[in-house]
């Protein structure tokens, strides 16, 4: 597959790849980082900030009170201060809807909004409403100027890495993001990927090997058994627990020395400088306990104190768990611990020692533990980027889809099934439902292109899927599904799952396009990131408002009996506003009444949700 590179900064397109300089990053839910392949050592280096002293730039978003936003230690810095104004772990919202993370709202302490639908988070921060993608692209943006600072080049291309359950949504968010910081992303790299690469297992073509990556972060454990052969990454099973990592460690602590100065965590609570200077101290301790045998300190005038003995009996429940976890993943990959050829530790919690001899008496083999565990990911993402800039002729490297795929949804948008630069031959497929009662027949028209409005892309084709028995909208369920096959030659097949109804269609989608087109069509969604995604955000505001306005119509309509007349007269109040804000095309004022209408109508909608209303609410439109 031939390679197009552009300037971004001329808009002109250049046919040579070699001057340019593909970053990897890790972005990651506490600390992300940057790496570039250096030409004339063949070694990936992590970018340094300005002081040269710090790789790692924690995951953390500060919003200055004029608009303005810092990224990093600065940020991090107002975390106590300043809570409602400073976001952090947004790698957990990526591909989010509010009910996925209901379960742990509380781990937030900046304000996610609730509206109760399948739709994605929206963070606030003051009046304006952003969303992880966004957010995420501030961090992409600060690690962009990091590196095009240190290198003094113009930097434009990237290998993003992602846990390897990251699903289709997740990953798609993560490549928005890196197109929102002006990054063309190159490839979506799974991290345990990434890190065997670091570790230069894999690059033996003949011989298959099976990996175990044990990769305990901040705030996540991620065990993954990784299958290589002949250059190609599989990945076995996956396995962890997205709510252990060193925080429990460092709050471990903190609970020991509570204790051991008579204070409960509701103290804290009261005082959260002091909580901050607990923890703070604790992770101190868990640093220094790695190369020597007691910590002191004092916090609050008061001395405190942790051995290396007190640390690790702290300590070991929180790795057994995780190895409970491991045993999981053997188990799903149906293999035993000795198949495991080799074991490599990421993420900045396996530099302690406990941490290390457990896993490797747990597996019985020793653990590669030779690269900073909190670089590998950056360093192997830099190592992909260089074989996918040509540069590493012995890698083999996949055909790839030059171009995104996907459908027409509500409101003109594009729905990306097959991202550009996925490996071809491959299969994915998404379910839609209806829009209206009754819906018999779905029109499914096939686009090609990066820009978030269809209406910027290239139409491939389109069908009619008839004959869906009459059911109310939201019920039917409509898989839709894309296949390449190794020629090239895509099938996009609609099925309706409650009746087994199907039609399809096959498309070539690379003829008739040249290259030439194909390269301008990526710059183009290049320079527009920034107004699509402003257009796909309004018109998503819209298609959120009227599906609001709607049930919530239909819902009064339906259960006017048990609702009181004030109840029903201030929700179509609420629902006027809402309407006169929709004429104002402010995604932030749509919101805002979206939620406003909500908060009002939660209580008594709770009160008697009929379940049908309530399922009929769910489910992306066609
Ligand atoms: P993530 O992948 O979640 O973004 P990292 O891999 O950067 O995070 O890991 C961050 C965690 O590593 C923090 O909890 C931090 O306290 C911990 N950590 C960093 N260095 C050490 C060390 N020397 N000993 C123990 N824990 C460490
Ligand atoms: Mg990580």
Redesign the pocket.
């Known amino acids: 597959m031939p390679s197009i590179s552009i300037n971004l900064k001329e808009g002109t397109l250049a046919k040579n790849t070699q001057q340019d300089l593909i970053v990897g990053i890790?972005l990651?839910?506490?600390?992300?980082?940057v790496a570039y392949m250096d030409e004339n050592t063949g070694q990936a280096i992590a970018i340094k900030d300005e002081e040269g002293s710090n790789k790692?730039v924690p995951?953390i978003i500060h919003f200055l009170a004029n608009g303005a936003v810092e990224v990093g230690n600065n940020a991090k810095g107002q975390l106590v201060n300043n809570p409602q104004n400073t976001i952090y772990s947004v790698?957990r919202l990526m591909g989010k809807s509010f009910t996925d993370i209901a379960t742990h709202s509380q781990y937030f302490s900046y304000k996610i909004i609730d509206d109760d639908t399948e739709s994605l988070v929206k963070i606030r921060v003051g009046d304006k409403f952003h969303t992880p993608i966004e957010l995420s692209a501030e961090i992409l943006k600060s690690l962009k100027q990091r590196a095009e600072k240190a290198l003094d080049r113009s930097i434009s291309k990237a290998v993003i890495t992602v846990p390897a359950y990251f699903n289709d949504s997740q990953r798609q968010a993560t490549r928005d993001a890196g197109k929102l910081a002006g990054l063309e992303v190159l490839r979506i790299v799974n991290?345990p990927t990434a890190a065997s690469l670091a570790y230069g297992l894999g690059t033996n073509q003949s011989q298959a090997q099976t990996i175990a990556v044990y990769?305990?972060?901040?705030?996540?454990f991620d065990i993954s058994i990784l299958q290589i052969e002949e250059g190609i990454f599989e990945v076995l099973a996956t396995n962890g627990n997205t709510f252990l990592?060193?925080?429990d460690?460092?709050r471990a602590i903190v609970d020991y020395w509570l204790e051991q100065a008579n204070l409960t965590a509701k103290d804290l609570q009261a005082n959260k400088a002091l909580g901050q200077n607990f923890r703070l101290a604790a992770?101190a301790a868990?640093?220094?306990?790695?190369t020597q045998g007691i910590f002191e300190t004092t916090i609050n005038k008061e001395p405190f104190s942790l051995s290396k003995e007190q640390f690790n009996a702290l300590a070991k429940p929180l790795v057994e768990q995780t190895l409970k976890n491991c045993q999981q993943a053997l188990k799903d990959a149906n293999l035993n611990k000795t198949d495991i050829n080799e074991i490599v530790l990421?993420?900045?919690?396996?530099?302690?020692p406990l941490?290390q001899e457990m896993v490797a008496a747990f597996f019985e083999k020793p653990v590669h533990t030779k690269l900073n565990?909190?670089e590998v990911?950056a360093l192997g993402a830099a190592i992909q980027a260089d074989i996918l800039a040509g540069n590493n002729k012995d890698m083999l490297l996949l055909d790839i889809t030059p171009l995104s795929l996907g459908i027409e949804t509500m409101g003109g948008l594009m729905d990306v099934i097959i991202p550009r630069n996925s490996k071809v031959p491959t299969k994915a497929g998404r379910e839609y439902t209806t829009q209206v009662d009754g819906q018999v027949n779905m029109r499914i028209a096939v686009y090609q292109g990066e820009r978030d409005l269809i209406a910027d892309n290239r139409k491939l084709g389109e069908f009619e899927l008839k004959g869906i028995p009459a059911m109310p909208a939201g019920f039917p369920k409509v898989e839709i599904a894309f296949i390449i096959d190794a020629d090239g030659i895509l099938r996009v097949r609609a099925k309706e799952l409650r009746s087994g109804i199907e039609q399809s269609i096959e498309v070539r989608p690379s003829y008739g396009i040249s290259e030439t087109e194909m390269a301008k069509m990526l710059l183009a969604s290049m320079q527009n990131a920034q107004t699509d995604m402003q257009a796909r955000a309004l018109q998503e505001a819209l298609n959120e408002a009227d599906q609001i306005i709607n049930t919530t119509e239909k819902f009064i309509t339906k259960n006017t009996e048990h609702l009181s007349t004030k109840e029903i007269t201030e929700t179509q109040k609420h629902i006027a506003h809402l309407k006169t804000t929709l004429a104002s095309k402010d995604k932030d004022k749509i919101h805002a009444a979206i939620e406003q209408l909500n908060d009002f109508s939660r209580p008594f909608a709770e009160r008697i949700m009929d379940v049908a209303i309530a399922s009929a609410m769910k489910g992306k439109k066609i």
């Open positions: 890790d990651g839910t506490t600390n992300s980082l790692l995951s790698k991290e990769d305990l972060g901040g705030g996540t990592g060193g925080d460690f460092d992770e868990k640093m220094a306990l790695g990421v993420g900045g919690s396996t530099r302690m941490v565990p909190d990911v």
